[in-house]
């Protein structure tokens, strides 16, 4: 995965909870520059750095590198990771909303 992709992905996971970049960089101990490098395709971050901001967005490695995520556009990840933290009566009523807009 190129630097571009890592960015891409990681601003579309941090958007996804609703977290600046600054919210970011504190959860991570690190500038929100620094942030703002990845995300821009500038700089790519090393294993551990990654480690961190993942965990900080609530998600991890394999599922940040798995295969489906990385063709997925970015409203699509953003979407996933939303419904991730609905309810599951939250999620069901989504589901019910979604079969009514697809008629």
Do not use: C, H, W
Not at 23 to 35: G, M, N, P, R, T
Not at 54 to 63: I, V
């Amino acid at each position: 995965m190129n630097n571009n992709k890592i960015g891409k992905q990681l601003r579309a996971l941090r958007k996804s909870k609703n977290m600046s970049t600054q919210e970011l960089a504190d959860k991570v101990s690190v500038s929100q520059s620094y942030i703002s490098k990845f995300e821009n395709g500038r700089s790519k971050p090393d294993i551990e750095m990654l480690e961190n901001i993942l965990k900080a967005l609530d998600t991890n490695l394999s599922s940040f590198f798995a295969s489906e995520l990385e063709e997925m556009p970015d409203d699509l990840i953003l979407l996933i990771n939303t419904v991730k933290t609905l309810s599951p009566e939250a999620r069901r009523k989504l589901n019910e909303f979604l079969e009514i807009v697809r008629e």
